[in-house]
């Protein structure tokens, strides 16, 4: 499932391009404006009550704007900068709830309610991108005695009204404006069509699951009752379909479920997908870009769409031999039920690796389970960051929240609240069905906290031991998601909010989270919490060595899959959108770069999330995953709780969020530049 996390960076919020950054605990007088105090902050609102918070937001951006711009005499920080900060923390409000609450309320007016907030906030952020006078008062303003970050914020806003076409014609302008709001309205469109197409197969009997945990065939049996025709039915969301694809021994189902999973959103995301790479082309080709990915890329690590091309090569000339060699063992576990099975499939994958897995390490991954009842998970994972990072975790009981699941938690640092966060970790119909962090608030340093939401589909513990038994792959995402998080609060404690949070490069945000990942690995860290449901056994040494063996069988499948779908989000985005066949050149790249072949008669393209908010920009993941890899070298040599990497990674990496330029972060900590040595390292404890 790890493709398929994501840090939820959406069009809204990359069109506000807000970031993240250092901490000041020592600023406490807390909140001038006592609308920002964390008590004042609603956490559910119905419909009407959503529509009146984009109206008032929206109207105090406005009366700030307004204010700043008929400022008379010389700019100054005071009179410029921090009206224009307020606005932006105003405008921030609305676009952060309004991308959780659109896909993750359970009611649909208020996800409808919020969807229309992110269509205005977009619409007034279009605007501000395209106002001269506001790019003018960003670059009168006196920075002669400004400190570094209140420089660097002020670069990054002139680049970025550059970027948007302040300083065109008029005409230009108003064309920018349109296309903007089009790329909100296709991208919504987008995102509901996959959030609400949840498709299932349909079988006769518990036989039909063969393979399948017990306690997976007893819920499906249980759920059956209210079906009709009492026919058991496994879905496409996520604790139907991941394990099924990995147990169910029959292959003809496992084949009709991929085919439904991968025509989710399926016709009905044909157009929208085409239309927002039409789109993207125009406004890239209006600002003088080649192509859309040019334009995205130019603001990464990366620079270019060309460099990230040859990156993506690259990594799939350092993965696919491996890959390929991973692929020919799964067939000859396959031959060994099916003797004349000439190839791995698409839906053979998660399956046959899983026997690999257990075969050649001996690791049952049904028996580890055992040790990941979510209640042990959710200790351990608080247990194990809040002691490398120095934080603690007090749960905050009866607040109002969204939905009878959510809990929220205070991050206390020193005895400080530095923060709050929200988990709504279980599956619902109609929520956003993959795992990512989502905003709720920027911090803002002496003005108001970092709050934050974790949206995932874990299995739901119902009070019983081992009622909620998770993959460990499961726990991974956990603990990746998580890594988004703490780097979101721990970075929201910036003066200024275009710079605080993950307002880091984009190629960039996922190193802290693949990062984190590490720690849901080690006997070092497991030991403190995996414990099995039933005899409260400590998982041992020895099974967590046989599961880290087991890992790196298909990692490098993994990695060159992930370069295909990197390949995919580049190829649509530097094609000709006029004559692009989405399909079409989705098998076209999945024969050149994926270990397994195209499947028949789908379209897994309308379903890829990330071709809305990542766009061209997939190439992120196994990017970041490269610095991850280098980052977590320290840790490796020092040790996973060693307290004086943990505190550089945390004031060196994960404090200044956007407020310095990631490749300086990463090259301070690691005292050289960042190589793909560690990735190379790190793949080769494969086969
Ligand atoms: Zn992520």
Redesign the pocket.
């Known amino acids: 499932m790890k493709l398929l996390?994501?840090?939820r960076l959406g069009a809204i919020a990359a069109l506000l391009m807000l970031g993240g950054c250092a901490a000041d605990e020592r600023s406490t007088t807390m909140t001038t404006n006592p609308q920002w105090a964390m008590e004042n902050i609603p956490l559910n609102r119905n419909a009407a009550q959503f529509s009146n918070f984009t109206d008032e937001h929206l109207a105090w951006a406005d009366t700030l704007l307004k204010q700043t711009l008929a400022v008379a005499g010389p700019r100054t920080i005071d009179n410029t900068l921090v009206s224009l900060n307020e606005m932006w923390m105003h405008l921030d409000m609305v676009a952060s709830q309004s991308e959780l609450f659109s896909q993750a309320h359970p009611d649909e007016a208020v996800r409808g309610a919020a969807e229309d907030g992110s269509k205005r906030v977009s619409e007034f952020v279009t605007a501000l991108w395209l106002n001269p006078d506001l790019y003018k008062a960003y670059t009168d303003v006196d920075l002669k005695r400004a400190d570094a970050a209140t420089k660097f914020m002020v670069e990054k806003a002139v680049r970025d009204f550059r970027r948007e076409g302040v300083d065109r014609e008029p005409a230009v302008r108003e064309k920018i404006k349109q296309i903007n709001k089009d790329i909100v309205d296709i991208g919504l469109t987008f995102k509901r069509n996959i959030a609400e197409d949840t498709r299932f197969i349909e079988v006769e009997s518990p036989s039909d699951l063969a393979g399948l945990p017990q306690d997976y065939v007893d819920a499906r049996v249980k759920a059956s009752e209210k079906n009709p025709g009492g026919k058991l039915r496994i879905t496409t969301d996520y604790p139907d379909y991941v394990p099924f694809m990995k147990y169910a021994h029959s292959d003809p189902l496992r084949k009709a479920m991929a085919a439904q999973f991968n025509n989710r959103a399926y016709p009905a995301n044909i157009e929208p997908l085409k239309q927002l790479i039409v789109k993207r082309e125009e406004k890239a080709k209006t600002l003088g870009y080649q192509n859309w990915a040019d334009y995205v890329t130019e603001v990464n690590m990366i620079e270019s769409a060309g460099n990230a091309q040859a990156f993506v090569d690259k990594v799939q000339g350092i993965t696919r031999a491996a890959a390929d060699r991973e692929i020919a063992v799964l067939l000859d576990y396959k031959k060994k039920t099916d003797p004349g099975a000439a190839r791995i499939d698409a839906w053979d994958v998660s399956y046959y690796m899983n026997k690999a897995k257990e075969d050649r390490y001996q690791v049952d991954t049904q028996e580890v389970r055992k040790y990941f009842d979510f209640p042990d998970v959710m200790g351990g994972l608080l247990s194990v960051t809040g002691k490398l990072f120095g934080i603690e975790y007090v749960q905050v009981k009866g607040l109002p929240l969204w939905h009878e699941d959510v809990t929220a938690w205070d991050v206390m640092k020193d005895g400080k609240r530095v923060g709050r966060f929200y988990l709504d970790l279980f599956p619902r119909p109609d929520k956003y069905k993959h795992a990512?962090?989502f905003d709720y608030c920027q911090g803002v340093a002496g003005e108001r906290l970092p709050q934050a939401v974790l949206v995932c589909n874990f299995p739901k513990p119902d009070g019983k031991p081992g009622s909620a038994l998770m993959e460990h792959g499961d726990v991974v995402t956990f603990f990746?998601?998580f890594?988004?998080l703490l780097h979101n609060i721990l970075a929201g404690h910036q003066r200024w909010v275009r710079i605080s949070g993950i307002s880091t490069e984009w190629d960039f945000?996922?190193a802290p989270?693949?990062m984190l990942e590490e720690w849901a690995w080690r006997y070092e860290t497991l030991s403190l919490f995996a414990r099995h449901f039933e005899t409260r056994e400590p998982i041992s040494k020895e099974l967590v060595g046989k599961m880290l063996a087991a890992r790196f069988f298909g990692e490098s499948f993994h990695w060159a899959r992930q370069t295909w779908l990197a390949s995919i989000s580049l190829g649509y985005y530097t094609s000709n959108a006029a004559t692009l066949d989405t399909t079409q050149k989705m098998i076209e790249l999945t024969q050149r770069y994926s270990p397994v072949p195209y499947m028949d008669d789908t379209h897994f393209q309308c379903s890829f999330g990330h071709l809305d908010h990542y766009s061209a920009v997939y190439y992120t993941?196994v990017w970041s995953k490269g610095i991850a890899c280098d980052l977590f070298s320290p840790f490796e040599k020092h040790g996973m709780f060693d307290r004086a990497t943990a505190k550089r990674y945390r004031e060196g990496i994960l404090e200044p969020g956007g407020s310095r330029k990631a490749a300086e972060l990463v090259r301070d900590f690691l005292g050289r530049e960042y190589t793909l040595e560690a990735f190379e390292r790190y793949l080769k404890q494969g086969v």
């Open positions: 996390t994501a840090r990512a962090q990746h998601e890594g988004h945000v996922e989270s693949q993941y």
